[in-house]
Structures are given as structure tokens and as C-alpha cells.
């Protein structure tokens, strides 16, 4: 059983960074595809990044391409997703999520974390 728990959410203006970071335990993050996902109340949850298990493949979703950056650091069992240039449509409960395959990930991840909201707003 993995648990995963995200930590560095928070509020922030228009054009502002923001590091989310997801904490694994229960599981190896090098073991597993990992990726964030958000949700606005009253909206389907969607992808925002994947990363492969060995790191050497990474996806965005169309609207954070250029902007988040998805990392992870094998040592530490940790996965991040640095946000650049936010909007206030980044608004959104941000989730950590694993899987035993990236594409199992983007339909049906194994473990979920609880959440951590982003607020973009001036």
C-alpha cells in the first residue's frame, strides 16, 4: 500500500511559482509512474503530468505544456511539480497519484493522495 500525502499549496498571484511536492512511503517512487492531477469543484478530476517510473518520460497536459515541470528525486521518494507563470484557471485541489504504468495512470491510478489546494488570484 502506497501513501501519498502533497504539501505546498497555497495562495499566490497571477504570474507567481509554486513547488508542490508529494511525499511516498509504502512504495518506491522509481518503482512506480507518478503523476498530479487537479480537480475544480463541480469539474471531472484531469491530468496535469505524468513521469514514467524511470524518469526518462515525461507528459503535460496542453494547458500547463511549458509551464510545470514534473521531477521526482529516487533518494528522497519524493515526486514535485514546479509551476511557473501561473493563471488564475491553475485554481484547482492538486493530487499526487501513483500507478504500476503511466498509461494506468492517466485512467485508473492505483493510490491517491488527499490534496492540496492552489489558489491563483490577485
Known amino acids: 500500500q502506497v501513501h501519498l500525502v502533497e504539501s505546498g499549496g497555497g495562495m499566490v498571484q497571477p504570474g507567481d511559482s509554486l513547488k508542490l511536492s508529494c511525499a511516498a512511503s509504502?512504495?518506491?517512487?522509481?518503482?512506480?509512474?507518478m503523476g498530479w492531477f487537479r480537480q475544480v469543484e463541480g469539474k471531472e478530476r484531469e491530468v496535469v503530468a505524468r513521469i514514467a517510473s524511470t524518469a526518462r518520460w515525461t507528459v503535460y497536459a496542453d494547458s500547463v505544456q511549458d509551464r510545470f515541470t514534473i521531477f521526482q528525486d529516487n533518494a528522497e521518494n519524493m515526486v514535485y511539480l514546479q509551476m511557473t507563470s501561473l493563471k488564475p484557471e491553475d485554481t484547482a485541489v492538486y493530487y499526487c497519484?501513483?500507478?504500476?504504468?503511466?498509461?494506468?495512470?492517466?485512467?485508473?491510478?492505483?493510490?491517491w493522495g488527499q490534496g492540496t489546494q492552489v489558489t491563483v488570484s490577485t
Open positions: 509504502g512504495g518506491t517512487v522509481g518503482v512506480y509512474a
Open positions: 497519484a501513483a500507478a504500476s504504468n503511466v498509461y494506468k495512470l492517466g485512467l485508473n491510478p492505483d493510490y
